[in-house]
């Protein structure tokens, strides 16, 4: 069991499943080769007799040098942007490594969370990782990354962006930010990224307080040991703190909602284009049985919702903050037989009372918004924090 989980990885922002299979577009000869074996629509033959010609008149026309490997990079991006999805994309031989590598949660970088920013269509600052070069520098959520090293980017790059923000560890990537009317520059050092620590603390009235930034392999088992950790400081209640958290691998976010749920209960529904519906159900008994309350903002994501809407459906946590992201699709990482690869949105999920998510979000029980004197909703100091307060004042 335990084996299965780890390799199936990265479902909504970063499930990954890796096949040896896929068809995808490539031009002129290969073309033939790796579309038509497995695909006779007529819609594939009008594609390759539209290629086929656009290629007659390079050969014939074109003044340089043709590299045959990126004609088919172009060809098959091109063809999975058409599909205008924000969260599909073609992913290099050489990128796929760096890929897989990120969503491990081991690499060299600069410690920062981005999503893409489909209405802007650039490359938003989620969070910077806490301690990390990111943020030492002073990115801030937010934060659009216009270029790196000089070279632009769009949203629909977000990919091949985070790989060129990695790099070795000790050099420096240079990084041009939109904030707001301001454009600034900053030039940052790579490093070993420890990523997403869960924290956690005793506050007053024995409530307990947990607190982490992403869903990666290790972080369940690091929330129960904080939680146990808590548990025997006398805790009588607990605040799961998802703000600013933009998700990771789905089966770690049903892991930590099995420490809460009955044994049995319905945590998630993945449904595929078919509309064959797969049900996780908790599969474990409850060690977590308190007053639960979960703080919520704009930039809680993906997994972070698949936790918070399933304990608020099944009636276990109340939510206090601001509306969810609304990130409700999942996606899965195919491998192809030469190392490039595709990430493809094959599913969405539902909350166990069957409500969508993707471009809506999660209601909060409690909507409570941060005062406008706080200028950086990642690091809020406990006297600003009227979230955390009001789940306070609920838990006392």
């Known amino acids: 069991m335990e084996e299965k989980k780890r390799y199936k990885v990265y479902k909504i922002i970063m499930l990954m499943v890796i096949v040896a299979f896929i068809t995808f577009l490539v031009t002129s000869i290969g073309m033939q080769e790796y579309f038509y074996g497995n695909n006779n629509k007529e819609g594939t033959n009008e594609i390759v007799s539209e290629i086929n010609n656009y290629r007659k008149i390079i050969d014939k026309y074109y003044l340089g040098e043709v590299d045959e490997e990126k004609l088919k990079e172009g060809a098959i991006k091109g063809y999975i942007e058409g599909l205008e999805d924000p969260y599909t994309e073609y992913i290099s031989k050489e990128d796929m490594q760096d890929y897989l590598e990120d969503t491990m949660g081991n690499f060299v970088g600069i410690g920062i969370y981005m999503v893409q920013d489909t209405e802007e269509n650039k490359i938003m600052v989620l969070s910077p990782i806490k301690n990390s070069p990111a943020e030492k520098a002073g990115i801030q959520p937010g934060?659009?990354?216009?270029?790196?090293?000089?070279?632009?980017?769009k949203g629909e790059q977000m990919t091949e962006a985070s790989n060129k923000i990695k790099g070795e560890e000790g050099s420096t990537v240079k990084l041009e930010i939109q904030r707001k009317e301001e454009i600034l520059t900053f030039e940052i050092k790579r490093e070993n990224i420890i990523v997403n620590p869960v924290e956690g603390k005793v506050l007053e009235n024995n409530i307990g307080y947990i607190a982490f930034s992403s869903f990666d392999e290790e972080t369940a088992k690091e929330f129960k040991n904080k939680y146990e950790e808590l548990s025997k400081q006398g805790i009588t209640s607990l605040i799961v703190d998802l703000r600013n958290n933009g998700g990771g691998i789905v089966n770690v976010a049903l892991d930590i909602a099995e420490y809460f749920a009955p044994k049995g209960s319905v945590l998630l529904y993945e449904v595929d284009k078919n509309n064959n519906e797969e049900i996780k159900k908790s599969e474990n008994e409850p060690i977590i049985n308190m007053p639960v309350i979960i703080l919520t903002n704009e930039n809680t994501a993906s997994s972070s919702e698949i936790l918070a809407g399933a304990l608020q459906d099944l009636g276990i946590a109340k939510i206090v903050g601001t509306k969810t992201y609304g990130k409700g699709v999942i996606q899965e990482v195919l491998s192809l037989p030469d190392g490039s690869g595709i990430k493809i949105t094959s599913e969405k999920y539902l909350t166990p009372n069957k409500r969508e998510i993707?471009?809506?979000?999660?209601?909060?029980?409690?909507?409570?918004?941060?005062?406008?004197?706080?200028?950086?909703?990642?690091?809020?100091?406990?006297?600003?924090?009227?979230?955390?307060?009001k789940a306070v004042e609920m838990l006392k």
């Open 358 to 389: 993707n471009k809506v979000g999660i209601q909060p029980d409690v909507e409570v918004e941060l005062p406008e004197t706080v200028d950086n909703i990642l690091n809020v100091e406990e006297k600003d924090d009227t979230q955390l307060q």
């Open 143 to 153: 934060d659009y990354i216009i270029k790196i090293n000089d070279v632009e980017y």
